[in-house]
């Protein structure tokens, strides 16, 4: 399936950031004598997993759309965040095995959200990662629906949960999706903000509920954007 591609001139711009965010420091480790192998081939896929997702986010014309996992390389990921020192734990409670999407964009918008998770908790403590079915309900405390996407349906929702400080009460959730804003003394304010035009991209819904030491960043993604 393909669709014309939602994102605006100046979003794709912003995509590239990708490139000093989340590539090149795993880029620079891979060749490292002292790597471990499952880590370092890790970092690779992860590399080319975020090449490919800057070019169909920034491409022109439409998106296009196909069959792939629900469990989307997790484990490449834990072992990149194990590279880095960081344990993320992964729940799969689906049976469903297939979604209708594009598993490199999916891929980097987990991930941004999981960097996240862990970057709230400055570095301590685990992130989880739960992947199960929304079936037919509402999607509680949504902070950003996009356009042609539905507030109900048949999502798998991919949950990420920290221990952190949580956002701040004194400031709207919403905010924290615009670029360049940010609460952590060495934050950049990108992550959320690629994870709102990668859930744009993807028709894929995004919600927040957040308090100190208990805080869930779930993406709903249709298991059949057709």
């Known amino acids: 399936m393909n669709v014309p591609n939602p994102l605006t001139l100046e979003e794709k711009v912003s995509v590239t950031r990708l ?20 880590v370092a081939y890790a970092r690779h ?13 920034t491409q022109e014309g439409d998106c296009f759309y196909f069959s792939s996992d629900v469990n989307n390389n997790f ?11 960081r344990n993320l734990s992964v729940e799969l409670n689906t049976k469903e095995k297939k979604l209708f999407g594009d598993k490199h964009v999916l891929y980097m918008l987990v ?18 990662l739960t992947v199960s079915e929304h079936l037919g309900g509402r999607i509680e405390n949504p902070i950003f629906i996009p356009q ?34 940010t609460t952590k003394p060495s ?21 927040i509920t957040s308090e100190p030491g208990n805080t869930h960043v779930a993406l709903y993604h249709p298991v059949n954007l057709g």
């Not at 484990?75 to 020192?85: A, C, K, S, T």
């Open 187 to 207: 934050g950049t304010g990108f992550g959320l903000h690629f994870a709102k035009l990668a859930s744009k991209y993807l028709r894929a819904p995004l919600s």
């Open 75 to 85: 484990d490449m990921m834990q072992g990149v965040f194990e590279g880095d020192e």
């Open 45 to 57: 896929l992860h590399v080319r997993y975020a090449m490919i997702a800057i070019r169909h986010l």
């Open 148 to 181: 042609g996407a539905q507030d109900h349906g048949y999502f798998i929702r991919y949950d990420i949960h920290d221990t952190g400080e949580g956002f701040p009460a004194e400031k709207p959730i919403r905010d924290s999706l615009q670029l360049g804003t």
């Open 19 to 38: 490139i000093g965010h989340d590539i090149l420091s795993q880029h620079g480790r891979i060749l490292l004598p002292e790597e471990d192998q499952r």
């Open 111 to 128: 991930y941004n959200l999981a960097k996240n998770g862990f970057d709230a908790m400055r570095g301590k403590g685990n992130v989880t």
